[in-house]
């Protein structure tokens, strides 16, 4: 079949993996290309405590699904964003990235794509 779906309750509102004490980060769904130019896509949530500080190994982008309180992305340079829903981010493979949110009940929810060179 040329498309594949994955349902919303499936997808969507189902908390991925914890890959940290307050990140939540897992791929749904893997191109059927050759490993080194296979895209996943996939889900991430940082919820309110500490951050998470992440140096890309290939190149993502990824679109704000929801943001409730305090929450910043901070580059490498210092630069800082406050996301809000429906901003594009665009990652640079190599650049550090501070994702970071404070406040009780605060979170930040994402949608993202990346290349990220799997072996076979």
Do not use: N, W
Request: aromatic share 14%; charged share 30%.
């Amino acid at each position: 079949m040329p498309m594949t779906i994955i349902p919303k309750d499936k997808g969507y509102d189902v908390l991925p993996e914890k890959i940290a004490p307050t990140s939540y980060l897992e791929d749904i769904m893997d191109s059927e290309a050759a490993p080194a130019e296979q895209i996943s896509a996939g889900f991430y949530k940082q919820v309110a405590g500490e951050e998470l500080v992440y140096t890309y190994g290939f190149d993502e982008m990824k679109v704000v699904l929801e943001v409730k309180g305090d929450f910043t992305i901070t580059d490498e340079v210092g630069t800082v964003t406050k996301p809000k829903r429906g901003d594009v981010y665009y990652f640079k493979k190599g650049c550090t990235i501070t994702f970071k949110s404070e406040g009780e009940g605060a979170f930040g929810y994402f949608y993202y794509v990346g290349l990220k060179h799997k072996t076979a």
